[in-house]
């Protein structure tokens, strides 16, 4: 019909030259892999963008191909994540913690044309080089001062030598805002690692999702500081996200310890941050060890796996950290719920109102959901019911590059994999992965419940709980927990910390204490490791 809005397409270019237009001045600042503190702002990171799409162009790197890196969060990865996608190439984002065998298939299914790397990849990089068929050019992202000598890379490139050679001088060409803009691999717990392709128009729609006040609420007051790597998810949009609003954004570089994390924090006047529980466990042992607390931190983003409400009280109790509980996965780019809260439950006494934020939240607009049964009969949304949880929306999965797998939609509808309940306001709780739930006689337990327990105990530093073999109930629950250093606890003292907070057939039949679990390369508990390793373990009188 005339007169209709203008078709303007969604690029991810735009986020970029509105916040140097409007926020010219913000800074970004990032700890680098070289040692020192990079501090610049957004006009000097769009003017570098520019450049770099030039840098890309004179590689030959055309619309279409994919451009792959292995980096840590910093400046230099966020200027290949805009340069990229913005000359309508495909930023492949690897995690460099994956097995070199998982790195290599990405590498070459994805048929990255460049792999740009910072340093502290050069002897992973110079393994697999002779093995990643598709790479034409590599870029160490460092400068002429950081060049190693002699190295086995063919031709190996300076990224800040590439530089140099071009200007700024670069109009950002506009394309259909469904060309693919970025690629990140799932894990694949098992078989092979499986390509999420993101697009403009559903990466801008979810960094508008992602912003909204009762999502992860983003705004120009804001210094956020992505401790999710920019290689998991996009580091759950941040990197678009906070260049909308215009947010102060602060990278963490390869430094993730506690420590390191509690000073950048403090130094940078950090007021969000957002990652996975393990980096956040660090942090507050850290805390707890120095006596010292936040003089700016409001809010952390915790996500990937369930926090522990345990969690949740540390920061808002002894800190004053409110929780953001949020889950989502690599295929809903990756945000699906939020747990903030609505009026009714902000006036919630206190332990009400923490068990609401230990859910995994409330959907965002953008993102449709159901819970179904075996049968995909939809179930209601009251709490109790729990089954698989499908999703639907204009930021989530169709299926997988190169369709890897065959199509994975049910009627329209993406299946997640994991279950859940939903409660009548929306609380979507989930309660497993479908593949982690413990089948006791027919029931299904939920492992995140018997973990969080666990957690709350005041000697366990971490705990994760899986099914094992039983004669009789075909599956009963076992708890492997590492205790915190300096404590003590018994088996017979932690199972006594369940009763009165589970039913009696929930209880756990055994406890195995180990000095660490296993971890995913995402920094989740990797259940399928541990129950590898727990393989010839046996139930007492099993
Ligand atoms: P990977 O398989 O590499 O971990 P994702 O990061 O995409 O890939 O993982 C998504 C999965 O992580 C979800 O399907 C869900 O099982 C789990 N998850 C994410 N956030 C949460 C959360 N807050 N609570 C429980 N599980 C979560």
């Not at 270019?13 to 001045?25: K, Q, S, V, Y």
């Not at 850290?286 to 003089?295: D, G, P, Y």
Request: glycine residues 8%; contains cysteine.
């Amino acid at each position: 019909m005339q007169g209709l809005m203008m078709d303007v397409p969604l690029l991810i270019t735009d986020l970029i030259r509105f916040a140097e237009r409007n926020h010219g001045d913000t800074e970004i600042v990032s700890k680098t892999v070289e040692g020192g503190l990079h501090r610049y702002t957004y006009r000097e990171a769009h003017a570098r963008a520019r450049r770099l799409a030039k840098v890309l162009h004179a590689l030959g790197v055309k619309l279409g191909d994919r451009v792959g890196t292995l980096a840590w969060n910093g400046y230099r990865h966020y200027e290949l994540y805009y340069a990229i996608s913005g000359i309508g190439a495909v930023i492949n984002t690897i995690n460099p913690r994956l097995f070199p065998d998982q790195i290599t298939y990405i590498s070459n299914h994805a048929e990255n044309q460049v792999l740009c790397f910072d340093l502290s990849f050069m002897p992973l990089v110079e393994k697999l080089a002779p093995q990643l068929k598709s790479v034409k050019h590599y870029v160490l992202l460092t400068d002429r001062a950081h060049m190693p000598a002699q190295t086995s890379i063919p031709k190996l490139k300076c990224y800040e030598d590439l530089m140099d050679q071009q200007d700024d001088r670069f109009e950002w060409p506009s394309f259909d805002e469904r060309t693919a803009a970025a690629l990140c691999y799932t894990s694949g717990t098992t078989g092979n690692p499986k390509g999420v392709l993101f697009g403009h128009r559903s990466t801008v729609l979810h960094a508008y999702g992602a912003a909204l006040p009762d999502a992860l609420n983003l705004s120009a007051l804001d210094a956020v500081l992505p401790v999710v790597p920019m290689f998991h998810a996009n580091a759950w949009s941040l990197p678009y996200a906070c260049t909308m609003v215009g947010a102060k954004m602060v990278f963490p570089g390869p430094h993730l310890d506690g420590k390191s994390v509690y000073e950048l924090i403090e130094q940078e006047k950090v007021t969000l941050s957002a990652g996975v529980p393990t980096v956040w466990l660090m942090l507050l042992q850290h805390l707890a060890a120095n006596k010292v607390k936040f003089s700016t931190l409001k809010r952390t983003v915790i996500g990937g796996s369930a926090c522990p409400p345990a969690m949740i009280r540390t920061f808002q109790d002894d800190y004053g950290v409110t929780v953001f509980h949020a889950w989502g996965m690599t295929e809903m780019s990756p945000l699906g719920t939020v747990g903030s809260l609505k009026t009714k439950q902000a006036q919630l006494p206190k332990d009400q109102r923490y068990a609401v934020q230990a859910k995994q939240g409330r959907g965002i607009f953008g993102v449709e959901m159901k819970i179904v049964d075996e049968g995909g009969k939809e179930l209601p949304w009251d709490g109790k019911a729990f089954g698989d949880l499908l999703v639907k929306g204009p930021w989530i999965a169709s299926g997988y590059m190169k369709s890897e797998g065959g199509d994975p939609l049910k009627d329209g509808w993406f299946p997640t994999g994991d279950v859940a309940t939903i409660d009548a306001e929306g609380y979507l709780q989930i309660t497993d992965r479908s593949k982690d739930v413990i089948k006791s006689g027919g029931e299904w337990i939920s492992s995140i419940d018997l973990e969080n327990i666990a957690v709350a105990h005041p000697a366990i530093q971490e705990a994760a709980v899986i099914g094992v073999k039983h004669p009789k109930w075909d599956e009963r629950p076992l708890v492997v927990a590492v205790k915190k250093a300096g404590q003590e606890v018994t088996r017979d003292e932690l199972l006594k910390f369940y009763e009165g907070k589970i039913a009696k057939w929930w209880m756990p039949d055994d406890v195995v204490f180990v000095p660490e679990l296993p971890h995913t390369a995402t920094g989740k508990l990797s259940k399928l490791t541990l129950r590898q390793q727990l393989k010839d373990y046996r139930l007492p009188g099993a």
